[in-house]
């Protein structure tokens, strides 16, 4: 993508800027990108018709990462349709902080826009809806995802964001999330006991590791790579299509080839910057979002299904198949680990929901 080779310079290019303007008596820098810090002033207002907007974009992603790419996928739509009128300025690669941090920046307006996994979402804004994409084996694959986010569970999502000032832009359906380790190839239910599993604090991936007799470890992500060339941990709980781009294959030996959780990351926008453009960039926006979902599911997501297990191989990562009967058996322990517990702590009203479309989506 064109943007993509510049995207490294847009966060040294916007200190520079805000550094100069300090010199002369105007507001202070935003943090530097090696991760933390305050976030940068959003602008006030989006201008008129036809003035150029700055909007800010943070992510926990590196370049390379096609949750990233697909950002700047966004972006170049935008520009196609309104050249020259979005100035944007992103950061990258947790530069202003966790997934949790960022959520909270675009709450309080400090930032634009971030892209947020749905257990993260809910660490900051208490909801609901998202919470189902955290579920063991509930969606079988990012067709079903999109499915159902076109035809519900968007708008779901949405009504329970409105309360905290935040509203969707558009989601990233990839790949689900598998395990990746250090010890032993893991194909069955038994060859999870006794490892210690990184996972995010969400009670899906916890509840996966424990009923299969593992042992759950609450990470940052920022913590993962050494934490596994250290030995602190056995393996990792993470998206496998962040897996080569994240360098992972260089501190793990056994990848397992079974989607766990399917789920996404959304692109959240605060809902005050958003109302404050003109219409044409509102639309902009909205258009440059649906070409993105289209883009994620129809080319990306089955290119990266298609190549990312040979380039795990390619790093010297052994890929473990998982029999149709053995994922029977990891699909069943979790159901009668969780399920029952899973829907009360969401909702029986919005899982009932979930389970009802389900089973009318598959029979179609």
Partial sequence: MKRKMCQMLSVTLSLAMVLTLSACGGSTAPASTDGGGTAPVSDAGGGASGEKVKISIATTNVDGDPMQDLIYYFEEQVDEILPGRVEWVNY??????????????????????????????????PMNAVRLQDVPFLFKDQDELYAATNEWYRDMINKECEPYGFTTMFFEYFMGQEIENTKRPVTAPEDMVGLKIRVYDSPGPYNFVEACGGLPVAMAFSEVYTSLQQGAIDG???????????????VTKYHTKMSITNLGMTLIWNSKSLESYPQDLKDA????????????????????????????????????????????????????????????DIGAEVWDQCIEWLKEYRAR
Avoid: H
């Fill in 236 to 250: 990792t709980y993470t998206t496998t299509s962040s897996f080569v781009a994240d360098k992972l294959c260089e």
């Fill in 285 to 344: 926006l909205a258009e440059a979002a649906k070409r993105t979902e289209e883009y994620c599911q129809n080319v990306v997501s089955p290119e990266v299904k298609e190549s990312v297990y040979a380039e795990i191989e390619a790093e010297g990562v052994e890929v473990n198949e998982v029999s149709e009967e053995n994922y029977q058996r990891f699909v069943e322990k979790v159901e009668a680990y969780c399920y029952d517990k899973m829907r009360e």
């Fill in 92 to 125: 990258t690669n947790s530069s202003m902080g966790s997934e949790r941090e960022l959520g909270e920046m675009v709450m309080n307006g400090g930032l634009d826009a971030s892209l947020q996994g749905p257990s993260n979402i809910t660490a900051f804004a």
